[in-house]
């Protein structure tokens, strides 16, 4: 069955995006660590709840051993550090540093820049409308 041009369209983009990922051409080109970056953004989504070795893993799909390299990385790096879990001494929670929150912070405004170059031209209707149908899209591809 022959599949409707927009969903051909949006494979081939996608197809793109992932290129572009797995390249790290973004990370590259910010200068930043890009596995280190990958464990700072999970930390970073986790918001105030406390995330572990074992959260990262299952953030970033990798396996136990995996996540505890990065993770070691990234405090080796000095933009995470470990801190026992108050509720819990057996674990061991996962929490950026001032330096790690620096990192981000510089990091969100490349990534910006690059988008904000990304749609050059376009009226803010149309960013807007990009904005939602891509959340909306990302969004069902959970389901």
């Given amino acids: 069955m022959d599949k409707p041009d927009a969903v051909v369209a949006v494979e081939a983009a996608m197809i793109a995006l992932r290129r572009r990922q797995t390249r790290r051409t973004v990370a590259?080109?910010?200068?930043?660590?890009?596995?280190?970056?990958?464990?700072?953004?999970?930390l970073e989504a986790a918001g105030p709840d406390p995330i572990g070795v074992n959260g990262v893993a299952t953030a970033l799909d990798v396996d136990q051993p995996r996540a505890s390299k990065l993770?070691?990385?990234?405090?080796?790096a000095g933009l995470v550090r470990?801190?026992?879990?108050?509720?819990?001494?057996?674990?061991?929670?996962?929490?950026?540093?001032a330096d790690g929150r620096q990192q981000l912070e510089w990091v969100h405004r490349y990534r910006q820049e690059r988008f904000a170059a990304a749609m050059d031209g376009w009226t803010d209707a149309e960013q807007q409308t990009f904005a939602d149908l891509l959340t909306r899209f990302v969004t069902a591809l959970d389901r």
């Fill in 28 to 42: 590259v080109q910010s200068g930043g660590p890009d596995p280190v970056q990958e464990v700072l953004d999970a």
């Fill in 71 to 76: 993770v070691a990385a990234a405090v080796s």
């Fill in 82 to 97: 470990r801190e026992a879990d108050q509720a819990d001494g057996r674990r061991t929670n996962l929490v950026l540093t």
